[in-house]
């Protein structure tokens, strides 16, 4: 995992790729149709989501990922890793006081 900017982890996923699929991948790149591997990846798997319509349209996907970012935060918070402030405290540290 990596941790995120706003405080979060992000699950990595490593893929091992071979013969056609890699020729494919060093192909697009090659071409400029996209400017890395990974950029190719992940069009392909949003591709073969809307594909197979695993989500009703994008308002769903993005539903689905908000709600899995707030279990995440309520699980840190619950561990202690994350600190939730009270307004007071964010206007005190920010100085909007």
Do not use: C, W
């Not at 071979?18 to 890395?36: A, D, F, N, R, S």
């Amino acid at each position: 995992m990596i941790y995120d900017i706003i405080g979060g982890f992000v699950n990595r996923t490593l893929v091992g790729l071979q013969g056609p699929q890699e020729l494919i991948l060093e192909k697009v790149v090659q071409l400029g149709i996209y400017k890395t591997k990974s950029e190719a990846i992940r069009s392909a798997v949003n591709e073969m989501g809307k594909e197979h319509k695993l989500f009703k349209d994008a308002q769903a996907l993005e539903d689905e990922l908000v709600a899995r970012k707030m279990i995440q935060i309520d699980a840190e918070i619950k561990q202690g890793k994350r600190k939730v402030l009270s307004e007071k405290e964010v206007k005190k540290q920010y100085g909007f006081e």
